[in-house]
């Protein structure tokens, strides 16, 4: 019986997921939104990662915020280091440092400096001259953006998991 309400909770919590997914491109698309991906790839993020799913909300969260963070501190430090280095060292230098945290700190602290850091970290310098006029607003929209998208996706599981466990009772009060 868990079984078949494990399949049914995969099965009602993905066709929900789906409709909120479609949802939010839809407003985001009517308001002419042009930085969705701030909060999808935490949302892809948050269903990719193993564990406890609050835990896994808390790692995104925290993780993608750390990812800009480093990719405004790599930027002023490339800025700083260009004139005097050169453009490859310029480049190397911050680079190195921001990669070195993520990578080698991500044993002792997986919470903060983690893949979805680097993630962002990457996305985020895809279009460093937009990034670069636009930080506020790209933070702000990671925060604000993905707690709610991500805060909806975690709250629909609750209800999701009732209607399983409803649907299968049910089933097997009638067979």
Known sequence: ????????????FRLALLCWILIANAI??????????LIFISNIMLFTLEGDVK????????????????TVLA?????????IVGDLFGLLIPLAAV???????????????NNVGFA??????ID????????GLFILVFVVGSLVFNGVCVLLMKPMKALAVKSVTKAASNA
């Open 1 to 12: 019986m868990e079984e078949k309400i494990g399949k049914k909770f995969l099965l009602y």
């Open 28 to 37: 985001l698309h009517i308001i002419g939104f042009s930085y969705g991906w």
């Open 55 to 70: 835990e896994r909300f808390l790692t995104v969260e925290i993780g993608g915020l750390v990812g800009l963070v480093f």
């Open 75 to 83: 930027m002023l430090a490339i800025s700083a280091l260009t004139p």
């Open 99 to 113: 990669l070195a945290l993520l990578i080698l700190g991500h044993p002792y602290a997986p919470k903060v400096l």
């Open 120 to 125: 962002y970290l990457t996305c985020a310098c």
């Open 128 to 135: 460093t001259a937009s990034f670069a006029s636009n930080i």
